[in-house]
């Protein structure tokens, strides 16, 4: 599909960006959330120093975080500033956000204008300090296309037209032609995605409709996936560690958004115990072509990370940590 020529970032008269604002053409990739009882020793040190932030911390790694609690509730504009507050030790960094369920998942859409104001409030501190980079829109498997779906997706396109927005749908009827014009003529990204194929789900792909280029990796747990036993944690939907033969193909696609958006995310969702820090660490170590910093507690459980890691060990033990990814191995 021809592409569109892409658009000042900034209205005419505006003040130019900052010296230090990314460029166009500027790959970013990180994790979704940052908040998670799991990452602890893992990702983040057990014993936590005195002013210790989720975000600044995974801000030294990464030059973007999805943010994920804005899918549950409106962003607090508080908590916004709080946050771009904390990756300022970044000056690459930016935030994307995902749309409140709200607008993207109740049955009878029914948002109000009130709801409309409480997450552009949030929203809004972001973009003003320059650090929002998009805002997600996630429907779930259910949101088939229809008539009925694909006008109201247009009207939701049009309501937030002034943000930099991606659409991610998961089911098959949404492959088409007809979703890539509407996408483009809205000036929408498409988010490329990877999940489990089960029926009749959305399959990989590398489409870039506008200016933003965006791809998430879920993980494939077939087995939890449309799980509804309730016996199965919340978070075994999203425990599985990528390898590198099945990253392949998706450093592949990563290039190929890239050539055609101005900014791309890449966002790991396979978050439990930190497997999405990993692959996103691996992730930029290909697209790089260099080793990278990684996080101290998260090589002690993850070895594959020796391999691409910067620096040595910061303390090198002869055996690996109970519980740790190479002691499973060793049991197998």
């Known amino acids: 599909m021809p592409q569109r020529k892409p658009k000042s970032p900034l209205p005419a008269g505006a003040p130019g960006p900052p010296p230090d604002a990314p460029r166009p053409g500027t790959l970013y990739v990180g994790p979704a959330g940052w908040s998670y009882p799991d990452w602890s020793g893992y990702v983040y040190p057990a014993r936590r120093p005195k002013g210790f932030h989720e975000a600044a911390y995974l801000a030294e790694f990464f030059d973007t975080i999805e943010i994920n609690t804005s899918f549950y509730q409106p962003l607090r504009p508080d908590h916004a500033v709080q946050w771009i507050d904390r990756v300022l030790v970044n000056p690459r960094f930016l935030f994307t956000a995902k749309l409140w369920q709200r607008f993207t998942h109740d049955s009878i859409p029914g948002a109000t204008p009130a709801d ?116 199965i944690p919340a978070h075994e939907r999203y425990n599985y560690l990528y390898t590198s033969a099945e990253l392949a193909p998706w450093i592949t696609r990563v290039r190929t958004v890239a050539e055609h958006s101005r900014n791309t995310f890449v966002v ?44 040595p060990p910061a303390e090198p033990t002869l055996f690996p940590l109970a519980g740790s990814t190479k002691e499973k191995r060793n049991k197998t």
């Open 116 to 231: 409309e104001r409480a997450v552009r409030a949030g929203f809004d501190v972001l973009r003003a300090a320059r650090k929002l980079g998009a805002i997600l829109l996630q429907f779930p498997f259910s949101f088939h296309r229809t008539k009925e779906t694909v006008s109201y997706l247009v009207a939701l396109l049009k309501r937030f037209a002034d943000y930099p927005l991606v659409v991610e749908v998961r089911h098959a009827s949404w492959d088409s032609p007809e979703t890539q014009s509407l996408l483009s003529e809205y000036n929408a990204g498409f988010c490329n995605i990877d999940q489990p194929i089960i029926g009749r789900s959305l399959t990989p792909s590398d489409q870039a409709t506008s200016t933003v280029g965006y791809i998430r990796l879920h993980g494939r747990r077939y087995d939890t996936w449309f799980s509804d036993d309730l016996a």
């Open 268 to 311: 790991t969702n396979n978050h439990f115990q930190g497997k999405s820090v990993v692959n996103a660490l691996q992730l930029i170590s290909i697209l790089k072509g260099a080793k990278v910093k990684v996080p101290e507690p998260l090589r002690r459980h993850y070895p594959e990370l020796e391999d691409i890691a910067d620096t």
